[in-house]
Every structure is written in C-alpha cells, then in structure tokens.
C-alpha cells in the first residue's frame, strides 16, 4: 500500500511540537489556540506549512 501524505517539513514538526494540535475541551484552550492562531497570522509571509496548520487549528476552533 502506498501512502499519499508527504513527509512533512522540519519547519512544520516544529509548529506542531511548539504546540500540539489537540480537541479544545475549555475556555482556556480555546483562548491558546486563538491566540497561536493570532501570532501565526502577524507572521506577513505564510508558508504553506503556516497555511495548513492554520487550517488544523481552525478546524478544532470552529468544532
């Protein structure tokens, strides 16, 4: 069987070591993840990495 999924970059291990893409279960939580969302966002050249673990994230924001 062959796999689809590229290896991913050391640049986006480390966005996802820095902090871990996790279900949100409080208030807290969301507040981190919002404001990861936010120092990523002031960040003027995204990367694709930047891009899709943004969309990660805002996935968990919006379940």
Not at 22 to 33: D, K, M, S, Y
Not at 35 to 53: E, P, V
Request: charged share 20%.
């Amino acid at each position: 069987m062959t796999s689809c999924l590229k290896t991913p970059s050391s640049y986006y291990i480390e966005l996802i070591t820095t902090f871990p893409p996790r279900p949100i279960t409080n208030e807290a939580e969301l507040i981190a993840t919002k404001n990861r969302i936010n120092s990523i966002l002031d960040n003027r050249n995204l990367t694709q990495n930047d891009r899709d673990y943004l969309k990660v994230l805002g996935t968990l924001v919006y379940d």
